[in-house]
């Protein structure tokens, strides 16, 4: 069964204090990992698609990377307003084109 | 602003009764998906819609049914409601059918006493 964990659960940073968020995955023909922020009560907002391990991509103070078993969401110097729950999603064929997700992360960022 | 529209934002209704929630996918997309998003299991995928017809289903209990019509809005239909069906349900869509980004509306918030 395709599964995916993030970690960790919570974590607070001061503002400035870099930090990265864990997504492992077990799923047999990734064909794309997905990095989602949600803010409270709010519908999930695209970040990133990352389809190959060793793929990049950067937007703003934030930066995905991938390898063969998980993804790190790299947050570089965060401010307040990047607080939010980050969710790791994955696409395989034994889901179809669905997207499995896992619990998310909630960050907090305090001035 | 991701272009998928979700109403009604908050609904509130009795165990037992039946409701609809509406979703339109961004223009162009064909594909709309159904989730749902409780505190004790987060986003679990219930359906999936390609142009009018049904093409896979995940995790929906037989009370709820969905369908997607000609002008490719989609109506997900939920009854016999329980104290249970409380969550946020989400709507996304996506261009077709392929390992393509999907774009989440902003939610509708059942509330079942």
């Known amino acids: 069964e395709d599964q995916v964990t993030q970690s960790p659960e919570a974590l607070r940073l001061q503002e400035g204090e870099s930090s990265s968020l864990n997504c492992s995955y077990t799923v047999s023909g990734l064909r794309g990992l997905f990095w989602y922020r949600q803010d409270p009560g709010k519908g999930p907002e695209f970040l990133f698609t990352?389809?190959?391990a060793g793929e990049e991509k950067e937007k703003e103070r934030l930066k995905a990377t991938l390898t063969k078993k998980e993804s790190f969401l790299h947050i570089t110097a965060p401010k307040p307003e990047d607080s939010a729950t980050y969710l790791c999603a994955v696409q395989a064929p034994n889901s179809g084109y669905a997207l499995n997700f896992g619990k998310g992360t909630s960050l907090l960022v305090t001035p | 602003d991701s272009g998928v529209t979700q109403t009604p934002k908050h609904l509130i209704t009795a165990t037992g009764q039946r409701v609809t929630l509406r979703c339109s996918p961004r223009?162009?997309?064909?594909?709309v998906y159904w989730y749902q998003q409780s505190l004790d299991q987060g986003l679990q995928f219930l359906i999936q819609y390609y142009n009018g017809e049904e093409r896979a289903k995940g995790n929906i209990l037989e009370r709820f049914s969905a369908q997607q019509f000609p002008d490719l809005h989609s109506e997900l239909n939920l009854s016999s409601l329980e104290l249970g069906d409380s969550a946020l349900y989400f709507c996304a869509s996506s261009v077709g059918l392929a390992w393509e980004t999907q774009y989440f509306g902003p939610g509708t918030r059942l509330l079942v006493l």
């Open positions: 223009s162009g997309d064909l594909s």
């Open positions: 990352l389809y190959s």
